[in-house]
């Protein structure tokens, strides 16, 4: 899913706002039209867990 940032007033919605979780083909629709452009969540890396031994401290 991606996030769309809107650059001009769309369906009711003013410039600014973002529309959260769109399928990636209406993304790529809104963004062709020049109404957003696409933001794609960033995945966070999973947090590394201590190991026993020498390094774990």
């Known amino acids: 899913m ?4 809107l650059t001009k007033k769309y369906k009711g919605r003013n ?3 973002i529309l959260n979780d769109l ?6 629709a809104l963004e062709n039209i020049g109404v957003g ?3 794609r969540e960033e995945e ?3 947090p590394k867990k201590a190991g026993k ?3 774990a401290e």
Do not use: I, N
């Open 2 to 5: 991606v996030h769309v940032l």
């Open 37 to 39: 452009q696409k933001h």
């Open 44 to 46: 966070q890396p999973a």
């Open 15 to 17: 410039a600014g706002s």
């Open 23 to 28: 399928p990636e083909g209406e993304a790529t």
């Open 53 to 55: 031994g020498a390094e």
